[in-house]
């Protein structure tokens, strides 16, 4: 079954009736989320951005898996694991904040694939390294494609409506993120496989990398060739036809770093997605070096940490989306500092803890909540702001890599810590920096503590505030406007608005 929408973005030129296969809302943005669904453009562009994440992701961390193996061969010290560690979650902060802007201007689907395609050489290069510092310097570069998470959250943000951009941002993430988990099984294996066909260990882990940097180059080109930027197309084709304005780079970016709510979700996000990023760095070290496992059983261990992805994440997302329909953004608001509080306390718990089994079972327990607090985390993000939606994911996301680089300096570089204390430690700063949460505020809907503003404040006021009266009199807010109008959900049944 087909469903007619109406074509078109900021701009003055309308365009042509046009027909989806799922239902629409007045920007085209599917108002479902079906999952199983290939349907052009919507669930495709979803198929395509978890999968090109979770390449990215699995290419990112497969080198701590065989850390072990790694260490002995290229001679790494305590010190030079942390500060790969560390590069491999510090290259992509610039990266990301670059990805927003780039989504903004030129596209989600050119920007993400340029990057891929640009990083996979890094890891190929992984199989040649001979030092420390030449380990470090590829795990730094490769660690850049980290930054398709913006694209992947900026294009679900620009594919599905307010009610489902939740769930649809949550379960790409979640399974993108799935990378993290999948690559402490994938590595293992495909090195043992090599082993067994004759290469020596020291050879096997080298060839094992062309694997993870294979998939992300054909990722890439998966997603230029059968991407699509937005439900009315391509922005270089809505540029060239005129259909869609290119907005003012400078008020893009200043618009998105001039929200204050941009920085508290990059802050908080910091200890959510940056605790899972140190943890995918460590975990299965912590386990090898500390239970006295073996390689494959620790990698099994650290692998059911990211594997709660395939749902933790996306769980997150949807119960976002639920509370939303019921409280609004305040109900939004409130289960995301319920939810990372709680896997802050876990965390902390998890470092206290001196038998196997209860490690693992807290550890998965922990990973639930950390994970589904970064899903919940971005169901609040895409109402942040509409036209600088891209600055504000690249803002939250960079947080989240900063996050896990300040963590990863202070807690797990060197011998200052021992493993399990900095594990504490990091639950402890996962929950002080959940507290601003409650500092975030929407005039139009209120905030945890706070009902919406007495001065009767609309969705359309927020969101055309972003734009000037001259760039509203050549139609550049349209998009905005129309943003606004499918927002209203956004006030919850249990809410009490001014304006009703």
Known sequence: MEVEGKGGEAGTTTTATRRFALPVDAENKSTTFRLFSVAKPHMRAFHLSWFQFFCCFVSTFAAPPLLPIIRENLNLTATDIGNAGIASVSGSVFARIVMGTACD??????????LTLSTAPAVYFTAGIKSPIGFIMV?????????????????????????????????????????GGATQLI???????????GATKFTAWRIAFFIPGLFQTLSAFAVLLFGQDL???????????????????????????????????????????GVELTIDNIIAEYFFDRFHLNLQTAGIIAASFGLANFFARPGGGIFSDLMARRFGMRGRLWAWWIVQ??????????????????????????????????????GVVPFISRRSLGVISGMTGAGGNVGAVLTQLIFFKGSTYSRETGITLMGIMSIACSLPICFIYFPQWGGMFCGPSSKKVTEEDYYLAEWSSKEKAKNLHLASQKFAETSVSERGRASTHPQT
């Not at 201007?105 to 340029?114: C, D, K, T, V, Y």
């Not at 694209?151 to 620009?158: H, L, R």
């Not at 409506?161 to 649809?168: E, F, R, Y």
């Not at 803890?353 to 589904?372: E, G, K, P, R, Y």
Request: proline letters at 3%.
């Open 187 to 197: 590595m293992p294996i495909v090195f043992s496989l090599i082993r067994r066909m």
């Open 231 to 273: 439900p009315d197309g391509d922005y270089w084709a809505m540029h060239k036809s005129g259909e869609r304005e290119k907005d003012d780079v400078g008020k893009v970016i200043s618009n998105g770093i001039s929200n204050y709510r941009g920085w508290i979700t990059a802050l908080a996000y910091g200890y959510c997605f």
């Open 139 to 179: 795990r730094f570069f490769a660690g850049f494609s980290l930054a398709t998470f913006v694209s992947t959250q900026f294009w679900m943000s620009s594919m599905f409506s307010g009610p489902v951009v939740g769930s649809a941002n949550g379960i790409a993430a979640g399974w993108g993120n799935l990378g």
């Open 105 to 114: 201007l030129f596209g989600p689907r050119l920007a993400s694939a340029a």
């Open 341 to 378: 509080t709680l896997g802050g306390v876990l965390c902390a718990f998890l470092g206290q803890i001196h038998s196997l089994t209860w490690s693992i079972v807290v550890m998965l327990i922990f990973s639930v909540f950390v994970q589904a607090a970064c899903g919940l985390t971005f």
